[in-house]
T-cell receptor, first 116, second 112 residues
Framework: GAVVSQHPSRVICKSGTSVKIECRSLDFQATTMFWYRQFPKKSLMLMATSNEGSKATYEQGVEKDKFLINHASLTLSTLTVTSAHPEDSSFYIC????????????FGPGTRLTVT | QKEVEQDPGPLSVPEGAIVSLNCTYSNSAFQYFMWYRQYSRKGPELLMYTYSSGNKEDGRFTAQVDKSSKYISLFIRDSQPSDSATYLCAMRRGQAGTALIFGKGTTLSVSS
């Protein structure tokens, strides 16, 4: 299957600072990427849909000024958590959809964010 | 009624058993169906994907879609301890830009 990478895999930051998470599709192009958040033993919660070259579409309840998403190319999307607080601590996972054919969707390995 | 329903389990089976995982859905517009496996603290891994109705087989895994009943299944034959994970069904309507709708996931434990 196709590979999606995420960096960093784990990050600890102080309250009030910003953190950037990168998501890359390594061997395919993805016009659409998705960002999810997952709490322990809970299912995936879609935060936003990101289309290359345009503004992200955020799900209801997700603050777009807090979770900045940039999708600058067909293989890279970034999520920046601004002015992080302890309640932002979570597992963040990106996903990329294959451009052609079925349009299957592959996930990155996730980033565990801890805000102290 | 939630769009996608999935029994969270946990489901415990002995090694070698046939496992049946299921999801029901309410939106008849869903056409693309996927199954993911997620190990603890990892991103979901795409196992199978099917379009519309029918069966699809890949090794020990078989995905089945019954659109008339709005019911999808994933069968795992000769289950192994390494199959112990959470299995998520997912589906979407169209091709362009629509997000996947996920079930809550079923936790499977295969004992040796």
């Amino acid at each position: 299957g196709a590979v999606v990478s995420q960096h960093p895999s784990r990050v600890i930051c102080k309250s009030g600072t910003s953190v950037k998470i990168e998501c890359r599709s390594l061997d395919f192009q993805a016009t659409t990427m998705f960002w999810y958040r997952q709490f322990p033993k809970k299912s995936l919660m879609l935060m936003a849909t990101s289309n290359e070259g345009s503004k992200a579409t955020y799900e209801q309840g997700v603050e777009k000024d807090k979770f900045l998403i940039n999708h600058a190319s067909l293989t890279l999307s970034t999520l920046t958590v601004t002015s992080a607080h302890p309640e932002d601590s979570s597992f963040y996972i990106c996903s990329a959809r294959v451009l052609a054919g079925f349009g299957e969707q592959y996930f990155g390995p996730g980033t565990r964010l801890t805000v102290t | 009624q939630k769009e996608v329903e999935q029994d969270p389990g946990p489901l415990s089976v002995p090694e070698g058993a046939i496992v049946s995982l299921n999801c029901t859905y309410s939106n008849s517009a869903f056409q693309y169906f996927m199954w993911y496996r997620q190990y603890s603290r990892k991103g979901p891994e795409l196992l199978m994907y099917t379009y519309s109705s029918g069966n699809k087989e890949d090794g020990r895994f078989t995905a089945q879609v019954d659109k008339s009943s709005k019911y999808i299944s994933l069968f795992i034959r000769d289950s192994q301890p390494s199959d112990s994970a959470t299995y998520l069904c997912a589906m979407r309507r169209g091709q362009a830009g629509t997000a996947l709708i996920f079930g809550k996931g079923t936790t499977l434990s295969v004992s040796s």
